[in-house]
């Protein structure tokens, strides 16, 4: 995986005066764009949109000491006007493109390069398990997207179940792990900034048909899941062990992620420091992509 990493970092190199589509990123990675946005904010600390920004600021000002004009530039690199271009070199380097012209100011961002850094001393538990078809059934709405400390939206939305969706809930709950599941998907562009919104849902895993009107319900296809749990402080613990699994398992794995909904589920009914959660994440065995 790595080396399809740095693939699309070449590519992105070669093509940073158009428009880098999704449908390139996911050629070349071998990923749903969504999946590989999301490892790559975790394994670069950034995302991938302002990594491409950065990049093309970073030639610009190589250029803008060469002489270029600031107005071929702000064009060159997809800017709608000169002072969009120059409102964005200034909170990146500082300085406006004409000081950086007169001045010859220099201010680098290098072109990433992926490698694996074996640091140890840290072990990540998880198993893969085969899960057949099923269905969660329960309550969603859309959220803002959020991703760290507690979405006060998705804490509205529990608070709003009525007892009588639980009952139901409760009814049609037949499969492990018997308890209540939070299900994210739908994510809108910019989730990586934290902007837009996804769906979220909260409800169990069943086998059974949905009688009840007063309850959604989505279906999850048969696939392979690798599983991770994780016990302590709650959320930290939590968000912690999700950051690893992009930056360090994923990447170093014979897995990939699918288009599936990433499920995952708290036991609440343990001291807020020493919560025991599981992480769910649809994968498939990886598959050699050769690019032409």
Do not use: C
């Amino acid at each position: 995986m790595l080396q399809e990493f740095n693939q699309l970092m070449d590519y992105i190199e070669t093509h940073l005066t158009e428009e880098i589509s999704g449908k390139d990123i996911s050629t070349i990675v071998g990923l749903s764009d969504y999946h590989f946005r999301r490892m790559f904010s975790y394994m670069a600390g950034m995302s991938l949109n302002e990594y491409i920004k950065n990049r093309r600021l970073s030639v610009a000002n190589v250029e803008l000491i060469n002489g270029a004009k600031v107005t071929d530039l702000a064009y060159k690199y997809g800017y709608q006007s000169i002072e969009g271009f120059s409102r964005a070199f200034r909170e990146w380097s500082g300085f406006l493109p004409s000081e950086v012209t007169k001045n010859k100011i220099q201010k680098s961002f290098p072109k990433f390069t992926f490698y694996i850094d074996i640091r140890g001393g840290t072990s990540m538990e998880f198993k893969i398990e085969k899960k057949a078809k099923f269905t969660i059934v329960g309550v969603s709405k859309r959220v803002p997207i959020q991703f760290e400390g507690v979405n006060n939206a998705i804490l509205e939305l529990a608070q709003s179940i009525t007892q009588q969706q639980r009952d139901e809930m409760h009814q049609l709950a037949d499969l492990y792990p018997h308890q209540v599941l939070n299900v994210s998907y739908d994510f809108d562009e910019g989730f990586l900034e934290e902007k837009g919104f996804l769906t979220h849902m909260i409800g169990f895993a069943t086998t059974k048909e949905n009688p009840f009107d007063d309850l959604e319900q989505i279906t999850i296809e048969e696939s392979l899941w690798a599983i991770f749990p994780n016990q302590g402080p709650f959320p930290a613990t939590f968000q912690e062990t999700t950051a690893k699994i992009y930056s360090e398992w994923l990447p170093s794995s014979d897995y990939e992620v699918i288009d599936i909904p990433g499920i995952s589920f708290t036991q609440h009914n343990s001291p807020s420091e020493n919560k025991y959660s599981e992480i769910w994440l649809p994968v498939k065995k990886k598959v050699s992509n050769k690019i032409g």
